[in-house]
């Protein structure tokens, strides 16, 4: 069993910051590609940042310059600093995990989603 859990959401003012986290913990063997999505209400979950296990970044255009992926290996944690926040980057913030499992197979898991409001 695997599992993501997430923290750091809450009620910013635009222009503010808010740093998100994401612990995964299980029978895990590695950790590959690690990302961030996000959805907002009446819309799509799209994709927000991604980071591979070696490092190598991927970010949505609507956030490049303000969100900054990072990741702590040995902690299994992965962090999204989001910065210069606006109105329209509210929604619910989910973490994603490309895990292999210690007993074999290979999965796809979701955190429960973090709520990120941004709002005066």
């Known amino acids: 069993q695997v599992q993501l859990v997430e923290s750091g959401g809450g009620l910013v003012q635009p222009g503010g910051s808010l740093r998100l986290s994401c612990t995964a913990s299980?029978?895990?063997?590695?950790?590959?590609?690690m990302a961030w999505y996000r959805q907002a209400p009446g819309k799509e979950r799209e994709s927000v940042a991604a980071i591979t296990s070696g490092g190598m970044l991927n970010y949505a255009d609507s956030v490049k310059g303000r969100f900054t992926i990072s990741r702590d290996n040995a902690k299994s944690t992965v962090y999204l600093q989001m910065n210069s926040l606006k109105p329209e980057d509210t929604a619910v913030y989910y973490c994603?995990?490309?895990?292999?499992?210690?007993?074999?197979?290979?999965?796809?898991?979701w955190g429960q989603g973090t709520q990120v409001t941004v709002s005066s």
């Open positions: 994603n995990a490309d895990v292999r499992r210690r007993l074999g197979g290979r999965g796809d898991y």
């Open positions: 299980g029978s895990i063997a590695s950790i590959g590609a």
